[in-house]
């Protein structure tokens, strides 16, 4: 099966500065890539999402990249805000079925 | 369109009993997953529906088990219910072309 880990576990950034967090996975077969971000006592969201056809994707202060050979993608966030603070999760899809990282925890300090 | 749904929102349930928690897909979509989320565990898959069938089974016991019926609803269902089952269960369901996951508000269980 596909197997996808996530670094780092925890992220703390000062407000206005950047974050990055990183993702892996072991199966060229999965080709579809969501990030998700929870908030606490909420339901996971989708925020930005890549497909294996694609080497970058960006949506205002989020982007995704994803490099195919050294199979990883990282989730950008520029111009932190302290609503930006939750977990965020990678996810990759293979034959039908998501398999997600363990999370990130952002904290972003006002 | 309407989100995913799920109901109960909260169960407080004991230890030996059973539970069986719903969920509603956005219109159209025929896949819902199910994931346990606990503490530092992440989100656990559990199994997958699509079109009334088991496409995709997790690593869960038998306890654990699910059904879809034909308006793509889905039900999941956990027998003799222990400790370690309290968790969020989330729900979400896909379209057939795009691949995106929606999730529902989830089910928070208690097993005391």
């Known amino acids: 099966g596909e197997n996808v880990e996530q670094h780092p576990s925890t992220l703390s950034v000062q407000e206005g500065d950047s974050a990055v967090i990183k993702c892996t996975y072991s199966?060229?077969?999965?080709?579809?890539f969501p990030w998700y971000k929870q908030e606490l006592g909420k339901r996971p969201q989708l925020i930005i999402d890549?497909?294996?056809?694609?080497g970058e994707k960006k949506d205002q202060r989020i982007a995704v990249t994803l490099n195919k050979t050294a199979k990883h993608f990282s989730l950008h966030i520029t111009e932190t805000q302290p609503e930006d603070s939750a977990v965020y999760f990678c996810?990759?899809?293979?034959?039908?079925?998501?398999?997600f990282g363990s999370g990130t925890k952002l904290n972003v300090k006002p | 369109k309407a989100g995913v749904t799920q109901t109960p929102r909260y169960l407080i349930k004991t230890r030996g009993q059973q539970v069986t928690l719903s969920c509603s897909p956005i219109?159209?979509?025929?896949?819902v997953s199910w994931y346990q989320q606990t503490p530092g565990q992440g989100l656990q898959f559990l199994f997958e529906?699509?079109?009334?069938?088991?496409?995709n089974k997790g690593n869960f016991p038998g306890r654990f088990s699910g059904r879809q019926f034909s308006n793509s609803r889905s039900e999941m269902n956990v027998s003799t219910l222990e400790l370690g089952d309290s968790a969020l269960y989330l729900c979400?369901?896909?379209?057939?072309?795009?691949?995106?996951?929606?999730f529902g508000p989830g089910t928070r269980l208690t097993v005391l």
């Open positions: 996810a990759a899809f293979r034959f039908n079925k998501f398999y």
């Open positions: 219109s159209g979509h025929r896949s």
């Open positions: 890549i497909r294996s056809n694609v």
């Open positions: 529906y699509f079109s009334e069938t088991q496409r």
């Open positions: 979400a369901s896909s379209g057939d072309s795009y691949n995106e996951q929606f």
């Open positions: 199966d060229s077969a999965s080709n579809y």
